[in-house]
Each structure stands twice: as structure tokens, then as C-alpha cells.
């Protein structure tokens, strides 16, 4: 488990990190994260509100991005209040779930 992924879902901080898409493209993201936990496939992943940075689908808007995908992450210093729209606990897509935002 990620401590870091997890600190930054309980102190509701915005994180910052680069992904690589599934052709290898990496792409910058700012995100919420919500919730952080293992796939039906057995990878960790974080649920995220994404916010910014760069995106083939619509910002702002839900994610699911893998954590062997990610690098170069940094738990910033801003925050973020309430749920953004659509949020659900008990995510579906991640089993077990090792931190949630309550």
C-alpha cells in the first residue's frame, strides 16, 4: 500500500503526478483522490476527481488510474472541500479498498 496516496486522500490534497497512457504516452494530471484500492485485475488504482493537466476524455471529470503508471507524485499543498459531483462510496471498481474519503 501507498502511504503517500493515502495521506493525501485523508487530508483531502490535491495531487499531481505523471501517467502513462496504455501506449506508453505520459501525460501530467492533477486530480482529487477519493479512493485507493486494488481492480477486479488485481492492480492498485486511485479513483480520482481529475482536474487538470492533460486528458483524451473530459476534465473535469471520474478516473481510474493505475498506480504502476504513475510517477514523479507530489501531494500538494492545496486542498478540496465536499465530494465533486457523482461521487459514490464504495467504489465498484476497486475491491478491497484501502483508504476512501468518508
Known amino acids: 500500500m501507498n502511504n503517500t496516496i493515502s495521506e493525501a486522500i485523508r487530508n ?3 495531487i499531481r503526478f505523471l ?3 496504455e501506449a506508453g504516452n505520459i ?3 492533477v486530480v482529487e483522490p477519493y479512493a485507493y ?3 477486479k485485475q488485481g ?3 486511485i ?3 481529475q482536474i487538470g493537466g492533460s486528458s483524451e476524455t473530459e476534465i473535469p471529470g471520474w478516473k481510474l488510474f493505475l498506480v504502476d503508471r504513475m510517477t514523479g507524485l507530489i501531494i500538494t499543498d492545496e486542498t478540496f472541500e ?3 459531483p457523482g ?3 464504495g467504489d465498484k471498481g476497486l475491491n478491497p479498498i484501502y483508504c476512501r474519503i468518508p
Open 82 to 84: 465536499g465530494c465533486a
Open 27 to 29: 501525460h501530467k494530471r
Open 43 to 45: 492492480n492498485e488504482a
Open 12 to 14: 483531502r490534497r490535491i
Open 37 to 39: 484500492g486494488v481492480t
Open 47 to 49: 479513483r480520482c476527481y
Open 87 to 89: 461521487y459514490a462510496h
Open 19 to 21: 501517467y502513462a497512457d
